[in-house]
């Protein structure tokens, strides 16, 4: 069974990602690894990586920033260089299915790596969130890189995230790559706007 750590280091691996498709000038990538679909965008953008970090950092302001009124996000605590924050999916598209809830930590791995993983079952930052009608994920990680590469600027998004849902594969895929797409397209708009 692998834990977000090893899915974050799966992510991270440049190797393996198949090109999808082109979606309004982002590339979208994806990867299969141990059974776990992973998800990786990139675009070209004029916007500083400061400017997209601030946005992505700013957990507190996520409800102003995202488009999707099914997530609630709130801060929960930093610890020297480390972010901690709260989202609460919720998930009434699906009959008899709980609302889904994470605890992640987010940091700089190197100073144009963001990177977030969610928390395990057992972290104390849980504790305030454990109820019985709510799922708590603890597979899920991702990262914001910003690469320069001949006088152009990227920004790749790279995501896992399991939702423990008992629907298959195929069904879920879709709603998943549009909602990182939407996520990557409002980061940058905020950004963009600030």
Not at 27 to 43: A, H, L, P, R, T
Not at 77 to 92: A, E, I, P
Not at 125 to 141: E, I
Not at 175 to 192: C, G, H, T, W, Y
Request: glycine share 4%; hydrophobic share 35%.
């Amino acid at each position: 069974m692998l834990m977000s750590s090893d899915l974050l280091n799966c992510l991270l691996d440049d190797e393996n990602w198949e090109y999808k498709k082109k979606v309004q000038s982002i590339s979208v990538f994806e990867k299969d690894v141990c059974g776990y679909k992973m998800i990786k965008i990139k675009k070209e953008i004029s916007i500083s990586r400061d400017e997209v970090y601030k946005v992505i950092k700013d957990i507190e302001n996520y409800s102003q920033v995202l488009t999707a009124k099914n997530v609630y996000s709130e801060y929960v605590d930093s610890k020297n260089d480390t972010l901690y924050g709260y989202q609460k999916y919720y998930v009434d598209f699906i009959p008899f299915t709980r609302n889904r809830q994470l605890v992640f930590k987010m940091y700089e791995k190197t100073k144009n790596n963001l990177i977030w993983e969610a928390l395990d079952q057992n972290h104390y930052y849980l504790d305030k969130y454990s109820t019985g009608d709510v799922k708590t994920l603890t597979k899920g990680a991702g990262s914001w890189e910003f690469i320069s590469n001949n006088n152009k600027n990227f920004l790749v998004h790279r995501f896992y995230m399991d939702t423990e849902l008992n629907i298959p594969e195929f069904l879920l895929s879709g709603p998943r790559e549009n909602s990182v797409l939407q996520i990557f397209s409002d980061v940058l708009l905020e950004a963009k706007n600030s």
